[in-house]
């Protein structure tokens, strides 16, 4: 029996929608597979500034400190997207979250599946077999490299700093998650122009001969970007900085169909968090409409990162017969009747049940499956 105390944070917009969804996979996974799952709120984002004044309360950062992991739902709201003004902003939890946990890796998978091909704009001859990983560095880079701007607000800047450290962890993850797969690591840089670029391709080509049976191979992001459209199969493992990762994974999300599809892994030396990527979506909060699917296969790479490959295989089952009986949400369905809440009680019945006739979409369309 595996016990695992997480930490829930939940945050603003739909996050709060998504995750319940998640948390009833994983309760079906504790009941069905002998675990013993619990979960603990804390706040952050912009309904942690409405109450405490903060982004990341001491409270939150002090439980994640003393929790195995942490299920995470979505940060941002309007009000300070509005406001460029505004001096203290939601996003700035997660950062210093990342940063003080040491979250130094973000993974993100991107697959296409066969049912939802009509779902993504592009064509299905370009997207079939689609499946690969990105390796996204999370604590370096523009983000957290020294900010200026002047007095009178006409000049800013952002320094992109990296060290040979923080470039060779990362490296290391990419190259044995392609070990595992079909042996071949992208690196996504600028290193034309870019002096850290340069210095990620230095770390990369050295750290590669490590790995002898791993191809390392170089793009460009700006040709990147074009090749995540014009040929995706290409790919296994990409790895890259911090923007470039945070804007090749957001395109990559329409692979997909849904950026509601993805979810993503944010690890480092003690400390892991589990997210979709979608973002608060304000405008349908309360809405029961949100497609829970990414916070759920969140929950199942949670599962994964313990050991416990079985487990995480069940919601992923489960993920793929709510897609391919088309218990769906709008954004994969337009005429969809399913919604949020509809979706994930599915997929945890189905785990609880698999097999069980209970599973006709005529009683999902009825509200008569069961939540756990």
């Known amino acids: 029996m595996k016990k695992l105390k997480i930490a829930v944070l939940a945050g603003d ?39 405490t004044g903060k982004p990341l309360p001491d409270q939150t950062l002090n439980l994640c400190k003393n929790t195995d992991s942490i299920l995470f739902g979505a940060i941002g709201d309007p009000i300070y997207d509005n406001n460029p003004e505004s001096k203290i902003r939601p996003e700035q939890g997660l950062l210093k979250l990342r940063k003080e946990l040491g979250l130094y890796a973000n993974i993100r998978p991107i697959k296409a599946y066969p049912k939802l091909m009509d ?52 490296t290391h993850l990419a190259f ?36 002898p049976d791993v191809t390392l191979e170089f793009l460009y992001v700006d040709n990147a970007a074009m090749q995540l459209i014009l040929n995706p199969r290409q790919f296994d493992v990409l790895l890259t900085d911090n923007l470039f990762g ?30 979709p990527i979608h973002g608060s979506y304000s405008e349908v909060k309360g809405k029961n409409c949100a497609n829970p699917i990414a916070s759920i296969l969140s929950a199942a790479m949670l599962l994964e990162h313990f050991g416990l490959s079985i487990e995480s295989k069940a919601i992923i089952e489960a993920v793929e017969k ?51």
């Open 13 to 51: 917009g739909i996050g709060p929608e998504v995750i319940l969804q998640a948390q009833k996979a994983l309760a079906a996974v504790a009941l069905v597979f002998g675990h013993e799952f619990t979960f603990e709120d804390a706040l952050i984002g912009a309904v942690a500034i409405e109450r």
């Open 119 to 170: 779902a993504s704009p592009i064509k299905k001859e370009i997207l079939q077999g689609t499946d690969f990983v990105i390796y996204r560095e999370l604590n370096g880079g523009m983000y957290f490299g020294e900010k200026h701007l002047n007095e009178a607000g006409t000049y800013a800047s952002d320094l992109c700093e990296y060290n040979e450290d923080e470039i060779a962890k990362i």
């Open 246 to 275: 945070d804007i090749l994974s957001d395109e990559a999300s329409v692979i997909a169909g849904s950026k509601g599809l993805m979810s993503s892994a944010s690890v480092g030396e003690k400390y892991s968090l589990f997210e």
């Open 322 to 372: 709510a897609i391919i009986n088309q218990i769906v949400t709008i954004d994969l369905k337009v005429d969809s009747k399913i919604g949020t809440n509809e979706v994930g009680d599915y997929i945890a019945n189905y785990i609880l049940n698999k097999g069980d006739l209970y599973f006709k979409l005529d009683n999902v369309n009825l509200g008569q499956s069961t939540i756990v």
């Open 176 to 211: 044995k998650a392609a070990q595992e797969r079909r042996k071949k690591v992208t690196l996504v840089d600028k290193a034309n122009v870019l002096e850290t670029s340069r210095l990620w391709r230095k770390v990369v080509q050295i750290i590669a001969k490590d790995y």
